[in-house]
């Protein structure tokens, strides 16, 4: 893909090359046209190279014991890089499921206290943690987005009260593509007294997430998709002043405040968000999720989102033409970096790009597409093409 080169039309506008500079890196675009980062993250050359490398040590030496621990912190850095956080700030958690599952066991449910506001973007594991703690006196208050998507700050307002633990608000929907104003719905949470969880997971590598101007008191989110990574890893920051306040009685001994004690005679967290890890390092994603953060650290996460809005406007004006419904919101506080198109039948057409070489996803009624780093503007031409073609399809 050499269009930097040869096209020098105005219309390539300087961000588009950002994704230029490493579309080389992943060899599926020599065949594919990605569109399905809001799963999963392309495989960057360096990436593979990462997973190898954690075989060929385990051949060469064994239990790599002391770099294992290293790579663990070397994920923590980098985590905390993209955050704007402190290494101590941040804990490694295989899953945003294993992160959350500790927060809330950290909460006392069996008071007045015990109400759990979740938006109805969440993704299941949030509200299936949720519900779970039902069971430990928590009450579970949803809030339903209006007919046209959006969840107005009102309806949080009227979900939060002095009853309130614990709001989540996700940052950018998996299932629509909605962003919410998370800074101005812990503005809310805070003034009844709770905190706030947002999980970042679709935003964090394509839209920056900045824990200092957030405003949420823990964010989590994992490696699997913009940060290039593969499955088995994940994060969860917690507000400083909130990791020697809450005790998760779901633990590990990588969450002790010394795990080479092996003392099994106490529960000593770890003074720093450390105490939200768990047990042995989750190794093999460890090589691949650092080498990942550190190709999107490469880039920029300013850098590549002002390249990722610049490609949703130009995929959005193009849906327009078809007459496409959009499920996303079109402002660019609204979205990130996916967009959903409703259809009358999903798999349908996901299947039909497929059949095309356009990797998409669906939820719901709507088809995903979603753009990163690597995506130029030949790929949103060559997916507009594909619905053209397959206009009965889009409602
Ligand atoms: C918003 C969001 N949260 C969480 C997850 C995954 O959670 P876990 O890391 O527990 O599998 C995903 C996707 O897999 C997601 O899109």
Redesign the pocket.
Known sequence: MDRAETDTSADLTPDLTAGLSVRDEFAIFEHTTYANS?SQGALANRVRAAAEEWLAGWDENGAEWEFWVERNEAARAAFAGLLHAEPDDVAVTT????GVSALVSALDLSGERNRIVISEYE?P??GQIAHAQELRGAEVVHVRPEPDGRIPLERFADAVDERTALVCC?A?S?RSGHRHDVSAIADVAHAQGALVLA?S??AIGAVEVDVRTLGADVVT??T??YLLGS?GL?FMWLRPELRTELLPTQTGWFADEDIFAMSIADYSPHATARRFDSGTPPVPSLYPGVAGMELVAEVGVPAIEEHVGALVALLLAGLDELGATVATPRAPAEHGPLICVVSTDPSALVDALAAERIVTSTRDSNLRISLHLYNVEEDVERILAALAANRTLLA
Request: charged fraction near 10%.
């Open positions: 809001c899953s945003v499921s294993q993704f594991t949030v996700t950018v998996f999980d997971y679709q989110g994992g699997v998709k499955a994940g």
